[in-house]
Every structure is written in C-alpha cells, then in structure tokens.
C-alpha cells in the first residue's frame, strides 16, 4: 500500500496530520481502528492527516487519550488557533512539538519549557504594567505555554539541552517566593534522564558565543532548524550554513559553560540565597 508523503510545509495543519499519522502508526493502528476512538469516520481521518481538512478540537483531545501523546496534539491544535502569541513563534512551536532534539539558550528569562505558572504570569503581567499587552492576551500566552510543556511528558521524550545564563538565575521575577519556587523547579527538572541544564556564568565573559536567545531543533529527519527573535517578531531559520554555524556555537557554549553537576550546585546555591534573604 502506498502511503502519500505530506510535505510539513503545505498547509499551517501538515505538521498536525503527520504527527497524528506518526502516532498512530507507532500504536500499531489503522484508520479504521482510530476513527472510532476519535469519533470520526476513517476518511475524516484521511483528511486530517493528509492536511486536507483542519482538525476540531475534540478530534484532537481523544487523540491524546487514544495514543497516549502525552498532549502533544491538543499543544498542536492550541498554537494553530491561538492568536496572542508573537509572530513567527506558532510556526516554531509546530516545529518543537516534532523536533527529537532541543538546544536552547537562554539570555534573560529561563526558557519557556521550564517555567512554572506562577513565573510566566509574572512575565507576562509586566508587559500588561508597561502597556505593551493586555489581561487577555496575557492569560492566553501563559496557557499557551504551559500546554508547549507537555511535549517534555511525551513518549518519546525528546532530549532537551538547555544553558541558561546567569542572569536568568539572579534576575527576580514575580518576587522572591515566586523565584524561589521556579529554581526549586529547575533543580526538580535536572533529575530528568532527557533534560540537560546547564549555567554560562558571568565569567564566562566575552567567552560567551551568543548574545541573544538560540533555539536549535533537531527534526525526525535530522534536519536542524534555528529559531531566533527580534524586536516584535520570531523567526525561523533553515539555511543549512548558517544553522550548521550555530549549531558549532552551541557546542562551544556547552563546553565553556559548568558542566551539569556545577550547574546543578549553582541553581541550588542561587535559591538558597533568595531564602536566606527573607530570613
């Protein structure tokens, strides 16, 4: 039987219908054997992961029960119908949720994967005091982040490999109890066998390879992807040079940056100076 390539890039849903495809394949099931369990019929089901028909948001959450994807496709469908979130990142998020592979560093905030509630609403209502976003929208991109953190609960996992600079660790958001809790989170999360978190400290200097925050995906096919911000808009970048570049920068930034078990000793020493603060 011939099955019918889907080029991820055909429609904003490709990437949904290939991760459903993928899923239930991997569950050892037909199309005829999921619909059901989905309520919908096999050709409905065709169509979705041909791309040829949007999912409904129900479509998406029993595909979840039924292949145990630990929430990816309901995170999928979220990001496609959310609006608030800035621009370019949606098309980046549909990438993250296929990626096998994650390299991130981060500059200022800790990365969104590893935020808890308390400190993403804290970001977000700063901009909701500066003016630069509303209540809504705010409560929408904390969600919004909060469901991209099921993809760490997937079967597989993928491997995520996170630097944080200091900065990210003495930067207080949302208070002292707030920071408190979060750090305590990272410490929680470095105990996971596919989560690696390391700190580029403040020596590090002009040692530094990067300036600004670098997301590297790699995809099932083991093409990398980069993904980068600037001003009011994201970015996604596929030119196999210049990713290949900082894909070389990254491995630099992970030999020069403490090594896991420092870096776990840093976060921690850094939450138990915000306690001893209070006290």
Known sequence: MNKKKIDPESSPWAPFGIQLRNSREARGLLQEELAPLIGCSPSHLSYVELAHRPPSRKLAELSDIALDTGGTMMLMWYQLKNSAILEGFPEYSRYEALAEEMRIFEVDLVAGLLQT???????????????????KLAEERVEFRLARQQILGRTPPPLVHVVLDEACLRRVIGGRDVMVEQLLHLEQLSARPHVVIQVAPFSMGENRPFTHMTYLLTMPNRKVLAYGEIESRGYIDRDTKSVAALARSYDRLAVEALGQAESLAFIRAARRDLEWMST
């Open 117 to 135: 509630r308390a400190y993403a609403t804290a970001v977000q209502m700063g901009y909701v005091r500066q003016g630069l976003s509303t209540q």
